[in-house]
């Protein structure tokens, strides 16, 4: 039986230099740093330095993360990534009825900046990279971290690091929606605006595919309706006044990287091509950082195991692998035990540690896009392109992303090939080591990482001593002054501010937008 990719396209047993048809490395390649960026977004890429080494962590409360992202530090990561529980995400405060039993279990409590600055305590913040996982409420927790490096004496041009603050996805595959999405996008412009005029190094967005790849989607659909969402974004912003050059070179994305070699290292060299095309010839962008994809890589949760956890140590390292000679800007590598709970801080370092030794130990790092004029790369390259193209014209043809998301369209795509997966995996046809083939009689014991289960009444008093320390008056004054941007058209980040420096909690902030733009109800999928 020939073998098909994971986007169910055929790969022939041997490839040779008519393959594919047609190919002429000047087109198609470019320099490495050139348009159309096919073998990497900068010239020297991992020769002069390697990739950030961003560990994602978060967990129970913010005194527990801010000694695991200190130790994360110690160990030789350059950069953090914020886990937030589910509550946060949501944006309910830890007190809330719908926050019980969730409050620090997936990630950080953060209700106030009381909880932001316990986070970060004694981290340099002018010198360390963060992202933060966080979308609907991306707005607020952005702002806290501002404050908090405000406190530092770290000034917003000084900040670096990025926020998902991508709301579309979530509709699609994650769930952590809070308001419609034609007030999300208005939200999200507000954020572009925001940052070019408060904190002009920031990444405004990651547009991410992982959570959709994470949810079944193929390589070609991971890539496709990322791509898709990101028009969306671009147009939300020019329609609200920004010139494309203005906000572009600031857009980042965020993949996942599997055990496929082949196909992930060709699907991120299609991705940088489709995405430097779409931007020159639709938007009319002139600036080469404009049409630079420049993303961040996870490997894949969904492929790792609870059977036999160990083996996914060696999931990992190839996956790691993946992304690095497919030119990520920066990495987390997955812990072996997060199929089973949240990673010891041993597993962590580990999972680190596996980073270290691809940037220091191998040759990956010695030469720029060492598959470049690779048989099989540059055909596997050229037909995913072609895939990700088609299923981008079946978004555009729907009235583009938010219509498409509207009627159902990306989810149930995702979903029919989640379904398919499932399928040839219990039927054998797709193997999982230590799953359906090379199993053992008897796992060996594990203990897991346990959340402290009096954690959440911990921060819920917290919360409360917050709120019995402020100006009940001041608060509300200033939720209502934002409540009043909403219903307009100014910029609600500036009195989302004002509102945060009177204390105001994530939840409270979160309601009073609410309250204006009303929260989403998903329609039945197709």
């Not at 990739?51 to 530090?73: K, V």
């Not at 409050?103 to 933060?132: C, E, H, N, Q």
Request: charged share 20%; glycine share 8%.
């Amino acid at each position: 039986m020939a073998y098909e990719s994971e986007s169910g396209l055929p790969v022939a047993p041997v490839y040779g230099p008519d393959m594919p048809a047609g190919w002429r490395a000047a087109e198609k390649l470019g320099e490495p740093g050139s348009y159309p960026f096919t073998r990497g977004v900068y010239p020297t890429m991992y020769t002069g330095k390697p990739w950030t080494m961003r560990q994602y962590a978060g967990f129970g409360d913010a005194a527990e993360s801010n000694a695991r992202y200190r130790e994360l530090i110690a160990n030789g990561t350059n950069g953090l990534s914020v886990a937030f529980d589910l509550p946060t995400q949501m944006g309910h405060d830890s007190d809330a009825e719908l926050a019980r039993g969730e409050v620090g279990k997936v990630g950080v409590a953060i209700d106030s900046l009381d909880d932001m600055r316990v986070l970060f305590d004694g981290i340099p913040l002018d010198r360390v990279s963060t992202s933060m996982t966080i979308n609907s409420p991306a707005a607020v927790l952005l702002l806290l971290y501002q404050r908090v490096a405000a406190e530092q004496g770290t000034s917003g041009d000084q900040l670096t690091g990025t926020i998902q603050n991508d709301v579309l996805k979530e509709y699609i595959a994650r769930g952590t929606y809070i308001f419609p999405p034609r007030q999300s996008l208005r939200l999200v412009a507000d954020i572009f605006r925001y940052c070019r005029a408060e904190i002009p190094r920031w990444n405004t967005i990651s547009i991410s595919g992982y959570h959709m790849a994470e949810a079944g989607a193929s390589p070609a659909q991971e890539i496709a309706f990322t791509l898709a969402n990101g028009i969306e974004y671009v147009r939300t912003a020019i329609a609200a006044g920004m010139d494309v050059d203005e906000f572009a070179p600031r857009l980042s994305f965020f993949f996942v990287a599997r055990t496929t070699i082949l196909e992930e290292v060709a699907k991120f060299r299609a991705a940088r091509r489709i995405w430097a095309r779409v931007m020159k010839e639709e938007f009319g962008a002139t600036n080469p950082r404009s049409t630079m994809l420049r993303f961040h890589t996870q490997t894949a949760g969904v492929q790792l195991t609870a059977q036999q956890p160990e083996i996914n140590l060696v999931r990992v390292t190839l996956q790691g692998l993946a992304a690095v000679l497919g030119g990520t800007q920066s990495l987390h590598t997955n812990s072996f035990d997060e199929a089973i709970a949240l990673p010891t801080a041993k597993s962590a370092r580990l999972a680190l540690r596996t980073q270290q030794v691809l940037a220091f130990e191998s040759d990956v790092t010695s030469t720029v896009d060492p598959f470049a004029g690779s048989y099989v790369i540059e055909a596997l390259t050229d037909e995913l392109e072609a895939a990700i193209t088609a299923l981008m014209q079946r978004v555009a043809d729907a009235g583009g992303a938010v219509s498409a998301i509207e009627r159902g369209l990306q989810k149930a795509e995702i979903e029919r090939n989640a379904y398919q997966i499932a399928l040839r995996t219990d039927a054998g046809e797709r193997t999982v080591v230590g799953v359906n083939r090379f199993v053992i009689d008897q796992e060996e014991p594990y203990e897991p990482l346990r959340v402290d289960p009096a954690g959440e009444a911990r921060q819920v008093k917290r919360l409360a001593a917050v709120r019995a320390g402020r100006s009940e008056s001041r608060v509300q004054l200033a939720l209502s002054h934002l409540k009043r941007a909403a219903e307009g058209r100014e910029n609600v980040l500036y009195p989302m501010r004002t509102a945060l420096d009177e204390r105001a909690t994530v939840g409270e902030i979160c309601n009073a937008l609410r309250t204006v733009w009303g929260a989403y109800v998903p329609p039945d999928t197709l």
